[in-house]
Nanobody
Framework: QVQLVESGGGSVEAGGSLRLSCTAS???????LGWLRQVPGKEREGVAS???????KYADSVKGRFTISRDNARNTLYLLMDSLKPEDTAMYYC??????????????????WGQGTQVTVPS
């Protein structure tokens, strides 16, 4: 059973930065890891994913502003968010799924996710 716990959310002014962290337990470092986000009333959407070998994929809306990274030795996933915009306001979820060799094929197909951490960027 994979358990994922997010931290690092908060409120930040537009143009600011935040770094989200996710501690994972009960998972193999073969897992594809990623971040999802959801705004009330809308579907959850993929933000970014990172394969075991570090290959990253991003949603077009965050490309060039967000950086996903993972530390397999510490079972930790990160999301560095720069140049934040009001439209980035959402609940952010750490997510995981198992694939052959830990490769991520997309940014929104995950079987496990955490409880979420709120990110607010006031307009």
């Amino acid at each position: 059973q994979v358990q994922l716990v997010e931290s690092g959310g908060g409120s930040v002014e537009a143009g600011g930065s935040l770094r989200l962290s996710c501690t994972a337990s009960g998972y193999s470092n073969r897992a594809c890891l990623g971040w999802l986000r959801q705004v009330p009333g809308k579907e959850r959407e993929g933000v970014a994913s990172i394969s075991r070998d570090g290959n990253a994929k991003y949603a077009d809306s965050v490309k060039g502003r967000f950086t996903i990274s993972r530390d397999n030795a510490r079972n930790t996933l990160y999301l560095l968010m720069d140049s934040l915009k009001p439209e980035d306001t959402a609940m952010y979820y750490c997510a995981a799924t198992y694939t052959p060799s830990g490769v991520c094929y997309g940014i929104d197909e995950f079987n496990y996710w955490g409880q979420g951490t709120q990110v607010t960027v006031p307009s």
